[in-house]
């Protein structure tokens, strides 16, 4: 096999299909020093900053979905498509890849349809329990499928597919081992039971307003609160920090430590967060967001559900049902330690090393 293959790997517009990508192009690189791997991203989202920032080059495309309501954007949709696919052509011809991995979005959408058009040999990672139309579509085509989620096959072929799991920080799987270390970076007070807010990098409006209404229920139950809000929110919810035992925070850098420190965790339910909290097994509360494509976030959190691993609130019923909820989860060391060791048992650890191991396969 050559020792420097050359890979191209496109997926973006959200930090969801952003770092699985990423992940995969480190392990690549690990494997094959020289290796020559090329990112292809949309030129208008995040990945054109957060790629080079993880030491890889990028190119951009003139791509973006389709709108659910009548816009210009959509009415420019047959023009970016077609730039698009012209474009990824050019790249393709003239980088002559192994190897093409798309991890969603729609840019990887044009790039892979245009390899499998010119026969080189594609990769999807689809990380959540529903897929969206572009993979769905790609997937006829695809030489592999790598799933995170069992019972796909009413959407993808069946002999395409491999249940791999989603690429998670590596820095997560001995979260256990780091208790102590995580009580004192975060100053916890030891004696009492930790609850972390999770709401993605940006924050999650609807979680935040959530936890400010209900913030003196939840500190009447004696515990401790680190809630991160998002950098979108912050200036907002600062103020809560002079409360004792809440600690209000933009992000958070040691995602292990505050992994380590937490009891029950209330979090969104992208396909990132749920694999990260099946592999540091914690008993969570989701609250998936209902304004993403194909409601995803709630068929993610029912595949835990339903396996007895998590709880699920929809957002419509918090007003309602949140404050039930959460004292029987707090005050039930049980059903704690049952929710945590389902949803360990839904973990893939070794899903990155796994999704390269197939894309190897398909070096000629």
Request: aromatic content about 8%; some cysteine.
């Amino acid at each position: 096999m050559k020792d420097n293959p050359k890979f191209i790997i496109s997926g973006g517009g959200t930090g969801g299909h952003i770092y699985p990508a990423v992940a995969i192009a480190n392990e690549l690189k690990n494997r094959f020093p020289k290796a020559d791997i090329l990112f292809v991203g949309a030129s208008d989202k995040m990945e054109m900053q957060k790629v080079p920032q993880a030491g890889y080059p990028i190119k951009g495309l003139w791509i973006a979905g389709i709108q659910r309501k009548l816009t210009l954007q959509n009415a420019m949709f047959p023009l970016k498509l077609v730039s698009s696919l012209a474009k990824s052509f050019g790249i393709l011809r003239g980088f002559k890849p192994d190897v093409v991995i798309g991890t969603g979005g729609f840019a990887s959408g044009a790039v892979l349809k245009v390899a499998s058009m010119m026969g080189t040999p594609t990769v999807i990672q689809e990380q959540n329990s529903y897929p969206g139309i572009t993979n769905k579509l790609l997937s006829k085509k695809a030489n592999k499928i790598c799933v995170a989620y069992e019972n796909l096959e009413r959407f993808f072929p069946k002999e395409s597919m491999i249940l791999t799991g989603n690429p998670v920080r590596q820095d997560l799987i001995s979260v256990a081992d780091k208790r102590s270390e995580a009580l004192e970076y975060f100053k916890l007070d030891g004696s009492k039971k930790t609850l972390l807010v999770l709401g993605g990098s940006l924050g999650a409006r609807r979680i935040n307003q959530l936890i400010a209404k209900e913030l003196d229920f939840l500190l009447s139950q004696n515990i401790q609160i680190i809630w991160q809000c998002g950098k979108l929110y912050f200036e907002e919810y600062k103020h809560f920090n002079d409360k004792e035992n809440v600690q209000v925070l933009s992000f958070i850098d040691r995602m292990d430590l505050v992994y380590a420190a937490a009891d029950v965790v209330i979090s969104r339910s992208g396909a990132s967060s749920v694999s990260e909290l099946c592999i540091v097994g914690k008993p969570v509360i989701f609250i998936p967001s209902p304004n993403v494509a194909e409601d995803h976030q709630t068929k993610n959190a029912k595949a835990i559900v339903d396996k007895n691993g998590a709880l699920l609130l929809k957002e419509s019923e918090l007003d309602t049902q949140f404050e039930t909820v959460f004292q029987d989860l707090i005050s039930n060391n049980e059903k704690q330690n049952q929710l945590s060791a389902n949803i360990k048992q839904l973990a893939l650890p070794n899903a990155t090393k796994d999704i390269v191991d197939e894309i190897v396969k398909l070096i000629k």
